[in-house]
Each structure stands twice: as C-alpha cells, then as structure tokens.
T-cell receptor, first 113, second 112 residues
Framework: GAVVSQHPSRVICKSGTSVKIECRSLDFQATTMFWYRQFPKQSLMLMATSNEGSKATYEQGVEKDKFLINHASLTLSTLTVTSAHPEDSSFYIC?????????FGQGTRLTVV | GENVEQHPSTLSVQEGDSAVIKCTYSDSASNYFPWYKQELGKRPQLIIDIRSNVGEKKDQRIAVTLNKTAKHFSLHITETQPEDSAVYFCAAKHSGANNLFFGTGTRLTVIP
C-alpha cells in the first residue's frame, strides 16, 4: 500500500506553546489530506480537510485559529496546534487518499503539560 | 451528512471461532466501505474494502458483505487468532466526497 509518514510520533510541550505536526505522502501526490483527532478508546474524529494551494476546510466545532493547517505542496500538510493547553492533549493522525483508498500516518501523541 | 453506526463496541471470542462486526450507514450515495484495524497506539491499517457494485469480497480469513438495500455491511473474520485482537473501524464514503465517515469502533479480543 501507499505510505503516509507523520512526524513527530510523540511530543510533549508546555502550555501556551505551539506544536507543528507534519504529514507527508511518500510515494504519491495528495491534493487533499485529512486531519483526525482520536481520544482514548474512541473513534477518529475528522478535524479538517487540508487542500493543496487553498484554505483548509474545518469541521464544525474545530477552531481554525487554534489548529492551523498548511498544505503547501502535493506531498506535505502541516497541522500547528497554537497556544496549546492540556485539553489539547490527544492522538492526532493524518490520512491521504490514493487509488480510491485512504492511508494513515503513524499518528502523533501530543501531551501538553 | 453520513452517519455510520457500528456494533458491537466490544467482542470477545475464543481462538478459532469466528467474529462478526456490523455497520450501518445512512447516506444512500455512499459507495465505498473500507475496514481498518488499529492496534494500540498505532495507525489504522486498511484490511479490506468493498465498493457498492459488489455484494461480497473475501481475502483469506477476512470477508466483507454489503447489503445496499438495507444500508449495512459486515466484517467477518474466521479462524480467529490472538493477533487479530485490535480495534476495528468501518467507514463509508460517497463519490462526491473525499473524506471517510468512521464507525465508533469495535474492540476485538481473541482469547487463546
């Protein structure tokens, strides 16, 4: 299958700081990527759709100024959690589609202390 | 929008038995139904998918069935093994959208 790489896999940051998470499609181009948040023992919640060369589309209830998304190339999307707070601690995971199927990055475990 | 429901939320089976997980969807325009397996702390991995032009698909011990009329689809795992233990998610997508709508997940435990 296709490869989607996400970094970092784990990050611990202090409250008030910002954290950037990268999502790369390694062997295909992706004009669209997706960012999900997953709470423990729960399903994947779509946060936003990242569109190459244009603004991201955010799901209802997701603050676009807090979760900044940039999709500057066909293989890279970034999610920046700004002014992080402990309640932002979660597992963030990206995905991209190719060949009609979705492939996920490894996920990023964010802990805000 | 699409709403995907998944049952059961937890499932325990003895090694060698079969496991069945069921999902329903609401949007009749949905035409692609993948299943993902997620081990603890890892990414969801696509294990099998089915498109709306077929009713059943099989890959070794895993099979998926689709009933378009009733808008439900199921995952069947036969001869379960301990390494099948994981959380399984169903999803649905229609041709007019890029994103998947996920079910709430089923935690499968295979007891040796």
């Amino acid at each position: 299958g296709a490869v989607v790489s996400q970094h970092p896999s784990r990050v611990i940051c202090k409250s008030g700081t910002s954290v950037k998470i990268e999502c790369r499609s390694l062997d295909f181009q992706a004009t669209t990527m997706f960012w999900y948040r997953q709470f423990p023992k729960q399903s994947l919640m779509l946060m936003a759709t990242s569109n190459e060369g244009s603004k991201a589309t955010y799901e209802q209830g997701v603050e676009k100024d807090k979760f900044l998304i940039n999709h500057a190339s066909l293989t890279l999307s970034t999610l920046t959690v700004t002014s992080a707070h402990p309640e932002d601690s979660s597992f963030y995971i990206c995905s991209a589609n190719t060949g009609g199927s979705a492939f996920f990055g490894q996920g990023t475990r964010l802990t805000v202390v | 929008g699409e709403n995907v429901e998944q049952h059961p939320s937890t499932l325990s089976v003895q090694e060698g038995d079969s496991a069945v997980i069921k999902c329903t969807y609401s949007d009749s325009a949905s035409n692609y139904f993948p299943w993902y397996k997620q081990e603890l702390g890892k990414r969801p991995q696509l294990i099998i998918d089915i498109r709306s032009n077929v009713g059943e698909k099989k890959d070794q011990r895993i099979a998926v069935t689709l009933n378009k009329t009733a808008k439900h689809f199921s995952l069947h795992i036969t001869e379960t093994q301990p390494e099948d233990s994981a959380v399984y998610f169903c999803a649905a997508k229609h041709s007019g959208a890029n994103n998947l709508f996920f079910g709430t997940g089923t935690r499968l435990t295979v007891i040796p």
